[in-house]
């Protein structure tokens, strides 16, 4: 009840209002309420990922770093001014999960690092760009599906980005569909051409639309966690194609 809660902190008459990763976009009408102003913390480094799902979209294309904001809100979403940012890195290897534990811990430190200042009325506020391309929607789970032939990287950063406890990426192996929930990227490169699942020295490696081949260090399918070791012993004779 967007009315009855404006209601609500309009009564409390509040000096700031504070939004830590709520999903919904509040009202002109609530944010007017704060005296001093209401402020959201956005997980990216604005005005990069503005929108949703900011720590899996910058996974997603293959960003080495991002962050939290602390900003103000206006009408329009994540556009206004920053008051202070955090960086913090993406390995190649971190998953949304690890990303995001380090974005909350960024968090923290922007909070405590502002809030004396903001208290004091001494805060700095940066005006955002707001350019086009900036904004990010939702992910579904079927944005999770693989394309194989595609190259090892994209495919890779896929996955990190979707992990569990995300909806996870998925791919068509063989004839039966895989969750691949972990994968590291190689030096080794396919024989032939074409998407294939390969087993070598008790590892399983899919060719990729590069050539290049990605291991797989955790998948599942439906009947529960793949043994990828025992299947790559199958595959070493006999590789499965990848759809």
Request: charged share 25%; aromatic share 8%; with cysteine.
């Amino acid at each position: 009840d967007a009315a009855g809660l404006e209601r609500t902190v309009e009564g409390l008459q509040p000096d700031f209002i504070f939004s830590f990763y709520y999903r919904s976009l509040l009202p002109e009408a609530l944010l007017d309420c704060a005296r001093r102003g209401a402020l959201n913390m956005h997980g990216s480094l604005l005005p990069k990922y503005r929108g949703r799902a900011p720590v899996n979209w910058a996974i997603l294309k293959g960003e080495c770093e991002t962050g939290a904001t602390l900003h103000y809100m206006v009408a329009r979403a994540d556009a206004g001014d920053i008051v202070d940012q955090q960086p913090v890195p993406i390995l190649l290897e971190d998953d949304a999960r690890e990303v995001f534990a380090k974005v909350t811990v960024a968090a923290e430190i922007v909070l405590a690092r502002s809030l004396p200042g903001l208290i004091a009325g001494t805060a700095p506020r940066r005006p955002q760009p707001v350019e086009p391309g900036q904004y990010f929607g939702r992910r579904r789970p079927e944005d999770g599906r693989i394309d194989w032939t595609r190259p090892a990287l994209e495919i890779h950063n896929l996955v990190r980005a979707v992990a569990p406890p995300f909806p996870g990426a998925f791919g068509i192996v063989g004839a039966e569909r895989w969750e691949i929930h972990r994968t590291r990227l190689t030096e080794r490169r396919a024989p032939g051409r074409g998407a294939r699942l390969f087993g070598a020295d008790g590892e399983c490696y899919a060719a990729c639309g590069d050539g290049a081949m990605l291991r797989l260090l955790r998948a599942a399918s439906r009947s529960g966690p793949i043994d990828l070791a025992r299947y790559a012993r199958a595959l070493e004779k006999h590789p499965v194609p990848l759809g």
